[in-house]
């Protein structure tokens, strides 16, 4: 049993990124020495946590078929929000339990185009895109809006210090959030009829899921997620732009799928999202410490997402054969 | 039902992206004093009264305003995102009492055929003057767009020249390189003001230049900080952090946090860091990385243009790692481009006869630079006071 599960490990798509990260890091530290340090690894922490919160809640969707393309300016939207409503005096605590409400309303709203409209979600969420990132500007004026109440600010910027290493709060809150969900995913009723709508929605009718409660809750998920992560990201800067984390979803989306999520849905895991978006942010990283220029690093970056796929496709290719085999054996 | 929901919830979209696109409140900006000092070599001039035709720079065109039609401008931009580009939006919009004009900003969003498509759109809506906020790329073909559409234009922040290299247009731009220099002459007089006790190592010196190479008008500052940098600081190590690598994220104080926290951890053998940046909201980013980092007392961060430092100073920033900007003044700016316009609209001057001592050599048109002033916690209330004085 246990030499099954190593040897499906072993043929698995997380195996072979986890390869390429290994040879990444290989190389990069081979480059510049700091690559591994102390401060870098706490730096590429608070870095990967803003991709790496919205695609919790944009996993989800993406599983059962759904997808968020706003889910970045709802964040922006939710950052200038609640750096204003912390503009008024309101204490922080409420400010952002508030904001996480609000960024439910931005996901409700999404589930009313998608599932009472029947827009597909694709489009109706470029187009609310759009209306966030219109709203974020109207209501800070195309400015950065500062924040003044200090106790705010360790929400993003907090970091438990180990010696020489810091550990950020948003990675921590990363984590957690990952964890819980992929807990809910994998063990529960409701994570398992996320999959089931993903992968065959007449199935998931069928077999009694109401897809317009599970998709609508998906979407109100990632709204207040995102309302988190915009929040996070805030506190992190002391102020809010109506540009900020706008175009980070299409990071998270990437991660995602690299890391073995379905755009088509039904498939994936929220173990897999994180090792994609790890290789992903370690990489850019890694360029910078090598510093190849700037242009190069948009190639490079293409180009890792590229032989990552061909690995990907390989394996799965070497996969299916193995199934074929099996299968023939059997008979 | 679902279709009439559908063609509400469309309508609102638009609404809302009409409002996007209006105007936008103060902003902080400039210093009064119609400076523009420098020539695109960098050549002394002396600073600018009325000119031949009667039109000033840094102050608003006198004449009976009220006494004609009320005229219609647009301001063309590639965003309305950007601090700056909202407080020439702002500014134009505030001019348009006193110099009679109705006004109406407009973004592009990355959408240049609309850009370009929206000339011919917005002049047969009768708008006659046009202040072009765009990129080098589009520059020549906004200018053939706008003498077909037969209406009055100047370039902002934008040199449109000819593949000679020769100005072919009149603009009004920020002194690039030369703004670039003065950030870092300042942090050269002044760095010993933060670090009182500090002797600097000149190999252990490293400066951030926090860019993004892909908009010229913000890569033009780099020669100036890399220039200037390398005169001062000889033994010194420059960081080219640009932000373009980041792409369309990185034009955020949050890229500006995530490169320098980068830069920062991967070369901890720099005992002192100097941060320019060439857009003010990244300074934010980058400060904020020196506080994650534990490393304020031995970072300074100062910026090319104010607008953040001015809203962190008027949150009662009481750290010393942000410490001063360049501000360049947009309410200068937007005097110049509103004057110039209303002057070539109602025939008091013409783009040929406009300026003519801020002509390139051999040149016809005038190409405005701005300069700018450095400015800190003591002295912002001061230059905020002088741009105040400069608008009605």
């Not at chain 2, 003065?182 to 942090?187: D, F, G, K, T």
Request: charged letters at 15%; hydrophobic letters at 45%.
């Amino acid at each position: 049993m246990t030499a099954q599960k190593t040897s499906k490990f072993f043929r698995s798509k997380s195996f072979a990124l986890i390869a390429i990260i290994i040879v990444m890091i290989i190389a990069f530290t081979l480059g510049n020495k700091n690559y591994i340090s102390a401060g870098n690894i706490s730096g590429f922490m608070t870095n990967i946590s803003t991709a790496g919160l919205l695609a919790v809640g944009m996993v989800c969707l993406l599983i059962s078929g759904n997808v968020d393309l706003a889910a970045g300016t709802e964040a922006c939207m939710a950052g200038i929000f609640v750096a204003t409503i912390l503009g008024s005096g309101m204490p922080w605590p409420v400010a952002l339990i508030i904001t996480i409400l609000f960024g439910a309303a931005m996901g409700l709203f999404n589930a009313f185009l998608v599932n009472v409209l029947g827009f597909m979600g694709f489009i109706a969420t470029i187009g609310m895109s759009s209306v966030y990132k219109g709203l974020a500007l109207v209501v800070s004026n195309g400015i950065n809006v500062s924040i003044s109440n200090q106790g705010f600010y360790p929400l993003g910027a907090y970091s438990i210090q180990m010696g020489k290493f810091a550990l950020p709060l948003p990675f921590i809150y990363t984590v957690v959030l990952f964890v819980i969900y992929g807990l809910i995913l994998k063990y529960t009723k409701f994570g398992r009829s996320i999959y089931l709508i993903g992968g065959n929605r007449n199935a998931a009718r069928l077999a009694g899921v109401s897809i317009k409660k599970v998709s609508t809750i998906l979407y109100i998920n990632c709204g207040a997620i995102a309302a988190f992560c915009g929040a996070v990201s805030t506190a992190k800067m002391n102020s809010a732009g109506p540009q900020a984390i706008s175009g980070t979803e299409m990071d998270s989306i990437a991660g995602a799928v690299l890391g073995g999520v379905s755009f088509m849905g039904g498939s994936g895991g929220l173990g897999g999202a994180f090792i994609g978006l790890f290789l992903i942010s370690a990489f850019k990283n890694g360029l910078t410490a090598i510093s190849l220029p700037t242009y190069w690093q948009t190639v490079a970056q293409g180009g890792i997402l590229l032989i990552a796929l061909v690995v990907d496709y390989f394996g799965e290719r070497s996969r299916v054969s193995a199934l074929k085999a099996e299968a023939a054996q059997a008979a | 039902m679902k279709k009439v929901l559908a063609i509400l919830l469309a309508a609102c979209m638009v609404v809302a992206l009409f409002a996007c696109g209006g105007k936008t409140d103060p902003t902080p900006s400039a210093d009064p004093t119609p400076t523009a000092a420098t020539t695109p070599g960098g050549e002394e001039k002396p600073t600018p009264g009325p000119t031949t035709d009667g039109v000033p720079l840094g102050k608003i065109l006198e004449g009976d305003h009220a006494g004609r039609e009320k005229y219609k401008i647009v301001y063309m931009c590639n965003t309305l995102a950007w601090a700056w580009n909202a407080a020439i939006a702002d500014t134009l919009g505030k001019l348009g009492e006193p110099l009679n004009y109705e006004f109406t900003a407009w973004a592009a969003n990355n959408d240049f055929d609309a850009y370009l498509n929206n000339i011919p759109a917005f002049a047969n809506q009768g708008y006659q003057g046009f202040v072009l906020g765009i990129d080098d790329t589009l520059a020549q073909a906004s200018m053939e767009a706008c003498l077909e559409a037969g209406v009055s234009f100047v370039a902002e922040s934008t040199t449109i020249m000819d593949k000679d290299g020769l100005c072919i247009w009149s603009s009004v731009q920020q002194a690039q390189v030369k703004n670039g220099g003065i950030a870092v002459q300042w942090l050269y007089d002044h760095w010993k003001d933060y670090w009182t006790d500090a002797t600097l190592d000149g190999q252990k010196v490293g400066l951030i230049g926090l860019n993004y190479s892909a908009v010229s008008g913000i890569n033009e500052r780099k020669p100036g900080v890399e220039q200037k940098f390398a005169e001062l600081f000889p033994d010194g190590k420059f960081f080219d952090g640009d932000l373009a690598a980041l792409g369309t994220t990185g034009f955020s104080a949050e890229g500006g946090n995530q490169l320098s926290t980068q830069i920062y951890s991967q070369n901890p053998d720099i005992e002192k860091w100097f941060v320019v940046a060439y857009v003010d909201d990244w300074a934010i980013g980058a400060t904020r990385a020196a506080e994650q980092q534990n490393i304020t007392d031995k970072t300074l961060v100062v910026s090319i243009q104010a607008d953040a430092f001015l809203a962190e100073m008027s949150n009662n920033y009481t750290g010393n790692v942000y410490v001063a900007a360049c501000a360049v003044s947009s309410t200068e700016f937007a005097i110049d481009m509103a004057n110039y316009l209303v002057a070539t609209i109602s025939g008091v001057a013409t783009p040929e006869t406009i300026w003519p001592e801020w002509n390139d050599a051999g040149g016809s048109y005038p190409r405005i630079q701005v300069e700018g002033t450095m400015i800190t916690r003591d002295t912002y209330k001061d230059y905020l006071a002088k741009q105040a004085a400069m608008l009605p």
